[in-house]
Structures are given as C-alpha cells and as structure tokens.
C-alpha cells in the first residue's frame, strides 16, 4: 500500500511487473490527496525452488522515486 504523508498531492506512477518474474503486479496510476492511500496487489507464483526476487519502483511526481524490494522463496 503506498501512503501519502505529505502535505500536499501526490501523482504515481507504478509500472507492470517484469517479464518473467515470478511477481505479478499491476500498472498503477493515481494522484493521492494528503492521507490518501492506494493498493497494489502483488501475486507471488514460484516457478522454481529458491529465492525470488523483484524489485517495485513507485515514480512521484515533483519528488523522489520508492523503491519496494519484494523477496518470496518457492
């Protein structure tokens, strides 16, 4: 979940998932008010056993990028 706890608006930007990656995540676009909140729902589907993992990158706009790192072991 990404959280705005500025003071201001916030517009960001998630990208798809990588190809190929065991994680499944969604485009996600939206422009957040001050406390306002937005889900991005990750799928974990292993392919392999071992350690997965992935890297989730929130652009904001005016400000600087988050990234997620996302680990699952299959």
């Given at each position: 979940t990404l959280v705005n706890r500025g003071d201001r608006s916030a517009?960001?930007?998630?990208?798809?998932?990588?190809?190929g990656s065991p994680f499944r995540w969604s485009r996600l676009q939206a422009t957040l008010d001050p406390g306002e909140s937005a889900a991005v729902p990750?799928?974990?589907?292993?392919?392999?056993i071992g350690?997965?993992?992935?890297t989730?990158?929130?652009a904001v706009?005016?400000?600087e990028s988050i990234d997620v790192d996302i680990t699952g072991d299959g």
């Open positions: 517009t960001v930007d998630v990208n798809n998932s990588p190809n990750i799928r974990f589907t292993p392919t392999r350690t997965a993992r992935a989730l990158r929130a706009t005016g400000g």
